[in-house]
């Protein structure tokens, strides 16, 4: 498609998937990264979008550009790889993004998976803004497993507690299967996520029961409040909130990250990233017996249909991506006349 998007109605306009990601790396780079890290996050920011994610796609263009603006993170880092054992990856982000890390580990990370059967990558020092199913996919279409935890800035209250402590800390799964895109979920640990609690306060929409509350620890259904000095609920209660804090042990405590509550950004004014930790398990199911795992993976499908499921967890955003490469991505007009200014 050409630079100048046709207009799909008065709201929006359609962009190509290249076109909207050579656009948004124009954007990164105007505003303090490098190339390479520009690269990284704009492929990431555009997969998003695409995939109808839009928590996580131009919509958090604001936040990453006011986070370089603030000096909180380094958009020119090079992460610092080690090779600790057989089976454990250390990464040091430098202060920079997590995604540039993870690309940094990832040849050594999926070496170790195939040759001993299963790897873990601990990445510290990181800012992880995006969605996690990105992290997580590209595995998977490679024929592995991988899971990822990363946690993020306090915002939920744990179960039973009366402030807030966790982060939305999120997981992420994926998986192969024989006939079909990969199997791949990504959730929240907190009742809803925080970028839709955005995109609902920005849009006047009023949040589910049960979402969330405001200052004085009261239920609400307004964004608002819960952005305005309240905080998340996690799901499910006691369930999601010991999720919640397996997700601080293992993203943290375990990668020599920061927990959601041991950074302070008071002194850099619009800094949205969180300075928190991302933990990767990988696993080669080439090293199991019998039956392939991707042939087991697809006569659980199989199953899961004939017990009635119509949707599997990522088969919208599959659907999503094949009408955006088919007829480009439908992107509000004004957001994307705010990255051409941007991208000067």
């Known amino acids: 498609m050409s630079a100048q998007s046709p207009i799909v109605d008065s709201t929006r306009a359609l962009i190509g998937f290249n076109e909207l990601v050579a656009l948004l790396h124009t954007v990164f780079v105007k505003h303090g990264t490098s190339p390479d890290v520009a690269a990284i996050l704009a492929h990431n920011c555009a997969s998003a979008e695409r995939d109808g994610a839009h928590s996580h796609g131009v919509f958090r263009m604001p ?20 090779d600790v054992a057989s089976g454990f990856v250390r990464v040091d982000a430098a202060n920079g993004f997590a995604q540039p890390a993870l690309a940094a580990a990832r040849g050594l990370l999926v070496d170790k998976a195939r040759s001993a059967g299963i790897a873990l990558l601990a990445i510290h020092n990181s800012h992880h803004f995006a969605a996690l199913w990105p992290d997580v996919e590209p595995f998977a279409e490679e ?32 998986a192969p299967r024989a006939d079909g895109a990969p199997i791949v979920f990504d959730l929240a ?17 009023r949040l589910p029961p049960g979402m969330g509350v405001d200052s004085l620890g009261q239920p609400t259904q307004d964004p608002k409040a819960v952005l305005e000095g309240g905080a998340l609920l996690p799901f499910g209660g006691h369930k999601g909130s010991a999720l919640s804090m397996m997700v601080e042990l293992l993203a943290a405590a375990l990668t020599g990250g920061n927990f959601s509550f041991e950074f302070n950004w008071a002194d850099h004014p619009g800094a949205r990233t969180p300075w928190t930790g991302q933990l990767l398990i990988v696993i080669d199911p080439s090293k199991t017996t019998g039956q392939s795992f991707a042939e087991r993976s697809q006569e659980l499908v199989r199953q899961m249909h004939a017990a009635g499921l119509r949707r599997l967890p990522g088969d919208r955003r599959h659907r999503t991506r094949a009408m955006a490469l088919e007829k480009g991505i439908a992107i509000d007009a004004e957001a994307l006349a705010q990255l051409h200014d941007w991208a000067g």
């Open 189 to 205: 640990t907190s009742a809803i996520a925080h970028g839709d609690v955005q995109i609902a306060a920005r849009q006047g929409e």
């Open 63 to 82: 936040g990453y550009l006011s986070t370089l603006a603030s000096g909180w993170v380094d958009g020119k880092a090079v992460p610092v790889v080690t």
């Open 143 to 174: 024929g592995l497993v991988a899971l990822s935890v990363v946690n993020s800035m306090t915002c939920v209250v744990p179960h039973g507690a009366d402030r807030p402590l966790f982060g939305t800390n999120p997981i992420a799964f994926a």
